[in-house]
T-cell receptor, first 113, second 114 residues
Framework: IAGITQAPTSQILAAGRRMTLRCTQD?????MYWYRQDLGLGLRLIHY???????GKGEVPDGYSVSRANTDDFPLTLASAVPSQTSVYFC????????????FGPGTRLTVL | AQSVTQLGSHVSVSEGALVLLRCNYS??????LFWYVQYPNQGLQLLLK??????LVKGINGFEAEFKKSETSFHLTKPSAHMSDAAEYFC????????????FGSGTRLQVQP
C-alpha cells in the first residue's frame, strides 16, 4: 500500500508562473488536507476537503486553490507563484472524524525565485 | 480559536537520558491531542494521540504523554533516549468543528548526544 503520494518531490519555479502540486491517496479516506511547513511556524493548513466534491479554506489560503473531483486526488494550484510561497508542502488524509489519525505524504519542496 | 504552544524549539539530551518535550494548548472545548514525529526529509507520522478515556497515552517507540486538563498540557516523555529518536516533534490539536483539521505547534527538534 503506497498511502499518499505527492509530485513533484521538489521544484524551482519562477515568480508569476502557475504550478500544480499533485496528491493521491489509495486508502479511500474521506478527508484530505494541504499544509505548508515553514521553519519556526510548524505546519499551517492551506485548504481541506471533508469529502469528494467539497473544499474549505484553512489558515493560509490566499494564493492557493484546490479541487476534489474524486476521493483519491486533491491537487493544489498556485495560480501565480510568489517568493513567499517558498515552502515544503504536505498533503494528508484521514477518515474524516476529529479523532482520526492523519496520514502524511512525503512532501514537495517548492522554491519560488 | 485553539492554539498549541511547544516550549523549546531545540532540546538536547544524552543517550539514555529522559526525554521531556512540552506542549500546552488553549481551547474552549475539549480537545483531541496528537504528537507527530518527523524524521529528516520525511513526512509526519503519528506517535500517539489522546481522544477520550485514560489520560496517560502510550505510543510507538516507547513514548508516552499525559493529558492534564487542569494544566492544559500534553507533554511527551520517554524514559531513555536513543540515537534514533533524533527528529522533529510536533504537538497538534483537533477540535470538534467543521474543519476537522489539525492545528500544530511550531515543533521541537530533539538532538540525542552519544
Amino acid at each position: 500500500i503506497a498511502g499518499i503520494t505527492q509530485a513533484p518531490t521538489s521544484q524551482i519555479l519562477a515568480a508569476g508562473r502557475r504550478m500544480t502540486l499533485r496528491c493521491t491517496q489509495d486508502m479511500r479516506h474521506n478527508a484530505m488536507y494541504w499544509y505548508r511547513q515553514d521553519l519556526g511556524l510548524g505546519l499551517r493548513l492551506i485548504h481541506y476537503s471533508n469529502t469528494a466534491g467539497t473544499t474549505g479554506k484553512g489558515e493560509v489560503p490566499d494564493g492557493y486553490s484546490v479541487s476534489r473531483a474524486n476521493t483519491d486526488d486533491f491537487p493544489l494550484t498556485l495560480a501565480s507563484a510568489v517568493p513567499s510561497q517558498t515552502s515544503v508542502y504536505f498533503c494528508a488524509s484521514s477518515e474524516g472524524r476529529f479523532t482520526d489519525t492523519q496520514y502524511f505524504g512525503p512532501g514537495t519542496r517548492l522554491t519560488v525565485l | 480559536a485553539q492554539s498549541v504552544t511547544q516550549l523549546g524549539s531545540h532540546v538536547s539530551v544524552s543517550e539514555g537520558a529522559l526525554v521531556l518535550l512540552r506542549c500546552n494548548y488553549s481551547s474552549s472545548v475539549p480537545p483531541y491531542l496528537f504528537w507527530y514525529v518527523q524524521y529528516p526529509n520525511q513526512g509526519l507520522q503519528l506517535l500517539l494521540k489522546y481522544t477520550t478515556g485514560a489520560t496517560l497515552v502510550k505510543g510507538i517507540n516507547g513514548f508516552e504523554a499525559e493529558f492534564k486538563k487542569s494544566e492544559t498540557s500534553f507533554h511527551l516523555t520517554k524514559p531513555s533516549a536513543h540515537m534514533s529518536d533524533a527528529a522533529e516533534y510536533f504537538c497538534a490539536v483537533s477540535l470538534d468543528t467543521g474543519r476537522r483539521a489539525l492545528t500544530f505547534g511550531s515543533g521541537t527538534r530533539l538532538q540525542v548526544q552519544p
